[in-house]
């Protein structure tokens, strides 16, 4: 676990840019230029769509002309958006890697969002956003990859800084980086995400679904995380972002140290509205929280840890719980990290951790 930007390391690691280029050098294709460069690494051509009366391309709809890029989705070429437009991609699987700058909307043409498939064919990732404006929708984002040297990198599926991203009716699944294997929320990126499933995605240090770092923020509405994996964060990874999550679920997630669903380090969280279910870790089973944090009508039920059952609180963090139910955690449901202190508590229960305690309250 990297320590946060301004904070000392609590494990003693090392901090890092999550933004340094991760990219293999390529030679990209602007929107706006039809010339066909060399393709990146080996793939396989999609399979096209049977179906006659579905389309089969990939096109770019600026203002005032459209712009055949179907020939550089079947081949895994860099494409850079740098206007304003649409691109609408046909049903199938398409090899993607989109940089984008500008005001840009990605729309899945399929009649389900299982029909369209952006795929970084485990090389590249899917978005890089640096600027600008991004909507994806009806669409899957699948095995997206960001190394440096087989090692670092971050946001397998997404990389955003300094732009606006909304992902609906999407599914993010089988993506891996070192950090956020579904994606990075970096600094100056503000992230929406309605609608979705984010499945199986993993990364080797924090965040298996999103990392969210460096005065990031994220937004999850009517999500579904499940089977992500991290060293800390199974889903979620938090570093000074700000996160906030509505009916939501988490599920069968799993971190090696920290936060079996989600690890908040020196960031804000709000999670309302929402289940959390059979998420493991070593330490916090559910949650790990050393961060300001608030729960409000939120369940914790059928988590396994060492320490925190469902809740570990570092007394370094702010924890208050309104209507908030715990169900069958082991070995407790909220412990605190460093002490032998530790609580169970019935169901719509409120309570606030400070200072190293937790009290229950009316």
Known sequence: ????????????????????????????????????PAPVGDTEDPDPVE???????????EEDRTIDLTNALTKGLLVQLEEPGTLEVCPGTWFAQL????EVVVAGLGHT?????????????????????????????????????????????LRCE????????????????????AGLVGPGCELTVTHADIVDNVATDDGGAFRVSD????????????????????????FEGRVEVTTSLFEDNTAGDYGGALSNWYGQLQIGSSVLQENQARF???????????????????????????????????????????????????????????????????FACDGGQCLAEP
């Open 1 to 36: 676990m990297p320590c946060a930007a301004s904070q000392a390391c609590i494990d003693g690691g090392e901090a890092h840019d999550p933004f340094t280029d991760q990219d293999p050098e390529t030679t990209p294709v602007d929107a706006n230029d039809t010339a066909d």
């Open 51 to 61: 179906d006659p009366d579905v389309c089969t391309t990939v096109t770019f709809v």
């Open 99 to 102: 940089h984008s700058s500008s």
């Open 113 to 157: 969002r299982e029909q369209t498939v952006l795929s970084g064919g485990e090389q590249v990732p899917v978005f890089t956003v640096h600027g600008g404006s991004l909507t994806a929708r009806n669409l899957v984002v699948d095995r997206g990859a960001a190394w440096t040297d087989g090692s670092y990198g971050a946001g397998g599926g």
């Open 162 to 181: 300094a732009a606006r991203v909304t992902l609906s009716n999407v599914t993010l699944s089988q993506n891996q980086a070192y950090d956020g294997g």
């Open 215 to 238: 005065g990031g923020l994220a937004r999850f509405e009517d999500v579904r995380f499940a089977g992500n994996a991290a060293r800390d964060g199974g889903a979620l990874a938090i």
């Open 284 to 350: 916090g089973g559910g949650l790990s929280l050393a961060g300001t944090t608030a729960l409000e009508r939120v369940v914790l039920q059928r988590h396994d840890a060492e320490q925190g059952g469902a809740i570990l609180f570092h007394d370094i963090g702010r924890l208050e719980g309104r209507h908030t139910s715990f169900s069958d955690n082991a070995p407790d449901d909220v412990a605190v990290q460093g002490s032998s202190q530790s609580y169970t508590w019935s169901d719509a229960s409120n």
